[in-house]
């Protein structure tokens, strides 16, 4: 398994609502990343954990938590999103930080819309 | 503070044609990457470039790195439709735990 996956693709939730994406790889790939993208905007990274342990926090705002349950997986929990919260949001995972190469792979992403 | 800068930002191409986008970061690194993104899709890793001098070449694509210029360079060749894209490089430090800066990404349009 050479891929990452994302779920849900889309996503329509409301300002008071509590909604969770996931990502997860087979690819025994120790770091893991959340990005968000805005419209033709290059993606930013959100945080990063390696070894299941959070390293990056860029200085995102509390509503978005990450979660790291084990090496595979990686939950971004949402709660009381705003409207410019909106956009694409990207999971990627990479050998390990420290590597030679840091090579990240991508998943296809979660397309949020906050109403 | 790492910048990483790519011109141009938009490119109309003739098939057959040949282009250059480059990619100029502020700091040293050794390590730099090449991403195509489709509209509404994700980000495909294209090259990865480790050492100063590297040149990788994947189809109509061939990509340079020079890293006492602090520049890197993605070469197109005879262009077609199918490489129409919005193409990404990014930049890393060695032992920044994996934080990627991106440039701001040059859209590629190729018309026949």
């Known amino acids: 398994d050479t891929e990452v996956t994302q779920t849900p693709k889309h996503l329509v939730m409301g300002m008071t609502n509590k909604k969770s994406l996931k990502c997860e790889q087979h690819?025994?790939?120790?770091?893991m990343y959340w990005y968000k993208q805005k419209a033709k905007k290059p993606p930013e990274l959100m945080f990063v954990?390696?070894?299941?342990?959070?390293?990056i926090n860029e200085s995102v705002p509390s509503r978005f938590s990450p979660e790291c349950p084990n090496s595979s997986l990686l939950n971004l929990h949402l709660h009381a999103l705003q409207p410019e919260d909106s956009a694409l949001y990207l999971c990627?995972?990479?050998?390990?930080?420290?590597?030679?190469?840091?090579?990240?792979?991508f998943g296809p992403g979660t397309r949020l819309t906050v109403l | 503070e790492l910048k990483v800068e790519q011109n141009p930002l938009f490119l109309s191409m003739q098939e057959g044609k040949n282009y250059t986008i480059y990619c100029n970061y502020s700091?040293?690194?050794?390590?730099l990457y090449w991403y195509r993104q489709d509209p509404g899709k994700s980000l495909e890793s294209l090259f990865v470039?480790?050492?100063?001098?590297a040149v990788k070449q994947e189809g109509r694509l061939m990509a340079s790195l020079d890293t006492k210029a602090r520049l890197s360079t993605l070469h197109i060749t005879a262009a077609v439709h199918d490489l129409s894209a919005t193409y990404f490089c990014a930049v890393d430090i060695r032992g920044s735990q994996g934080n990627l800066i991106f440039g701001k990404g040059t859209k590629l349009s190729v018309k026949p």
């Open positions: 954990y390696s070894y299941e342990k959070l390293s």
């Open positions: 700091t040293t690194s050794d390590r």
């Open positions: 470039l480790l050492s100063n001098g």
């Open positions: 690819m025994g790939h120790r770091a």
């Open positions: 990627a995972s990479s050998p390990a930080p420290y590597n030679s190469y840091n090579e990240q792979f």
